[in-house]
């Protein structure tokens, strides 16, 4: 917490972790027998997290930790695609990451089986076309019907999976978290989970997720990173290429945090020597390098030297290049002479068309300027040689390109005319380290606290804590004393220091005096859903029959891709009849009884009043089906 004495100029630097490829694990081979272990996928926005649905004792942690992008240049193929860490600095190529979410559902389901090849290839499944394991995955609270249907699909069809099962990762950490403090089901409580785009309010009663009144507030992490660099770029405008977004998310995971009361903090860094002692100046990378300084006299002699050298290698690779080209130039009009004098006619003058000459005696005076220019280049080559510590720098016969300027300087150029200060006079000292340093002060509390106060970003919805009101109070008292007995806190975005003590005063202001409430924070509020989900696949292992909590090929051919096989930390299935309109029937005429012609009348009359009958029956009931 900001509270704490420490000392003063506290001066970070940029970590920039750059990542490494995730390795490729072999499969145990008693994954395999006697039933194939489940596969646990934490598909997370931010991070996805996958492992094998093993005891503690063997894996203590998920093998596979990556970001949820892929980064693929246009017109590469499938297979250059570079999934999560197989992107070692995330901002070259920002502007190529996609993600398979859309807020906190996915909807590019591509990009999802990119993931999927990628977490199957590193933990060691070599089966071509089929992935003999259960998985167990994780999906958004209230998730709708059409995005599970295209990933049961995408499980089913794609790599043949014998089961599947899907649950909230809020209630797999609700319920993981319960278990480690000994809780008895079934569990009363009220879940708030903020991840990297969403968060949200669970409300949970008797052990099932009360799914009407789930919320879902769209502000999070990065939100809180987007509205971090906007601030500092504002701020230090001379530094926007170095405001990086993965700067930004390490500025709000190191050194953010949440004020228990907002404004009464903003009053202490009113305060200067509160501003000093707590202000983060996070050092940028530079050079110390300071253009146009003092040079000593031997300094600018040898520089001096370097460029006469520099010039005389220059100038003799140019006489010796130009007397090639004229030395070959040369011996072709020769050769063309030479035909003249072997009577060659025809053969000499497609040869002068070809050098662009009109006569004999024209050739001969280019023969000749040509012997001449090859005699003086060969002579000042000669003579440059034995010439030490000479150039001719005037020689220049031909214009030179752009890239050799320093030719064209010259040799005998004056001396620095600037005058040298004397040692006694003093000198300002310019501190370039201060110059590329942020200075974090106040937005190390201001870019949380738009999870309670959405408005500072330019969201025009309800806080974090006010939606929580709102959905408290659509319980009666008793539930509600029942829900916040058990507050529970999860999701990567509630890990900065202060949340839980700011979530307590929040209650303790809405609700009435002298109330009870409980709040807890997740032991680990990242990756507790991942161990909840792997508590849960091995207590209910898919046997020979149906399951509870799975989802078999045949119930997927059968029920359809949305089916939802419920249990404690899924959500509420909700099946949804859809009833297609019938295609209208093109009027069939007016049939005519062959009787007689007073009875054809009448018929004609019936037909007619129970055509105009269905017209406004048809009129009043928008979809009619037979």
Same mark, same amino acid.
């Given at each position: ?10 001066? *970070? ?9 995730? @390795? ?8 395999? &027998? ?28 998920? !093998? ?15 297979? =250059? ?17 996609? &993600? ?70 809020? #209630? ?37 997720? =009360?799914?009407?009144?789930?919320? !879902? ?19 230090? $405008? ?7 977004? &993965? +700067? ?21 860094? +009113? ?9 983060? !100046?996070?050092?940028? $990378?530079?050079?110390?390098?300071? @253009? ?16 006469? +050298? ?90 030179? =390109?752009?890239? =050799? ?8 150029? @004056? ?12 000198? @300002? ?9 942020? *200075? ?11 999870? *309670? ?29 029942? #829900? ?12 900065? $220091? ?9 209650? !303790? ?36 029959? %149906? ?36 295609? %209208? ?42």
């Amino acid at each position: 917490m900001a509270s704490k004495e420490e000392p003063v100029c506290q001066i *970070f630097s940029f970590q920039d972790c750059k990542t490494s490829p995730d @390795p490729i694990f072999e499969l145990p081979a008693h994954y395999l &027998s006697p039933t194939s272990a489940p596969i646990v996928i934490d598909n997370g926005s931010f991070q996805t997290r996958a492992d094998w649905a093993a005891p503690a004792a063997e894996v203590a942690a998920p !093998r596979l930790l990556f970001r949820s992008v892929a980064a693929r240049s246009r017109g590469a193929a499938r297979s =250059d695609t570079q999934i999560g860490n197989d992107i070692p600095n995330l901002e070259p190529l920002r502007w190529l990451l996609k &993600s398979q979410f859309d807020r906190n559902v996915v909807v590019n389901f591509e990009i999802q089986e990119l993931i999927f090849d990628h977490v199957f290839t590193h933990l060691g499944i070599t089966s071509e076309g089929s992935v003999n394991h259960p998985i167990v995955l994780t999906e958004a609270s209230c998730n709708p019907l059409h995005c599970r249907q295209m990933m049961s699909e995408l499980l089913f069809e794609c790599y043949q999976v014998p089961h599947v099962s899907y649950g909230v990762d809020g #209630l797999y950490s609700f319920y993981h978290n319960n278990a480690q403090r000994n809780l008895q089901p079934p569990h009363t409580g009220i879940i708030l989970s903020s991840g990297y785009h969403c968060s949200h309010i669970l409300p949970v009663i008797n052990g099932r997720l =009360d799914a009407v009144n789930c919320k !879902r507030v769209n502000v999070a992490g990065s939100q809180a990173a987007s509205y971090l660099q906007r601030l500092l770029q504002l701020k230090y $405008p001379g530094h926007l290429a170095a405001i990086t977004l &993965s +700067r930004m998310e390490e500025l709000l995971h190191e050194h953010s945090y949440t004020a228990v009361d907002y404004h009464e903090e903003l009053e202490k860094w +009113r305060s200067p020597e509160y501003y000093e002692r707590e202000v983060h !100046r996070m050092q940028l $990378p530079f050079s110390g390098k300071v @253009p146009g300084g003092c040079v000593s006299v031997e300094e600018r002699q040898e520089r001096r030297a370097q460029q006469l +050298r520099r010039l005389q290698e220059i100038n003799a690779r140019r006489r010796e290049e130009k007397l090639l080209q004229d030395q070959e130039r040369l011996d072709r009009l020769l050769a063309v002479q030479e035909l003249l004098e072997d009577g060659l006619l025809d053969q000499f003058h497609k040869s002068l068309v070809e050098l662009n000459m009109d006569s004999a005696e024209e050739l001969q005076s280019y023969i000749n300027k040509l012997q001449l220019a090859v005699e003086q280049g060969r002579q000042k080559l000669l003579h440059s040689d034995t010439a030490e510590g000479k150039t001719e720098v005037s020689e220049l016969e031909q214009p030179m =390109d752009e890239g =050799d300027g320093v030719a064209l300087m010259d040799p005998d150029f @004056p001396e620095d005319t600037l005058p040298e200060k004397t040692a006694n006079v003093a000198q @300002p000292v310019f501190n370039m380290a201060e110059y590329h340093q942020l *200075f974090v002060g106040t937005e190390r509390l201001r870019c949380p606290e738009i999870l *309670f106060q959405p408005s500072l970003s330019g969201e025009d919805q309800m806080g974090l804590m006010e939606t929580l009101q709102y959905v408290l109070a659509r319980y009666t008292p008793e539930q509600q004393e029942a #829900l916040v007995s058990n507050v529970f806190l999860t999701g990567g975005n509630m890990q900065y $220091p202060g949340m839980k003590d700011r979530v307590e005063r929040e209650l !303790r202001a809405m609700r009435p005096f002298q109330s009870h409430f409980k709040v807890t924070m997740a032991s680990r509020p990242a990756l507790d859903a991942w161990y909840g989900a792997r508590d849960w696949a091995l207590e209910h292992l898919p046997g020979g029959g %149906a399951a509870e909590g799975w989802i078999s090929r045949q119930e997927y051919e059968e029920k359809g891709g949305e089916y939802l096989s419920e249990h404690g930390s899924s959500n509420v299935f909700i099946p949804m009849k859809i009833v297609k309109p019938v295609p %209208a029937r093109p009027a069939e005429p007016s049939v005519t009884m062959p009787t007689i012609t007073g009875t054809t009348t009448a018929v004609t009359t019936v037909t007619s009043a129970l055509t105009a009958t269905s017209s406004a029956v048809t009129a009043d009931v928008p979809m009619v089906t037979s």
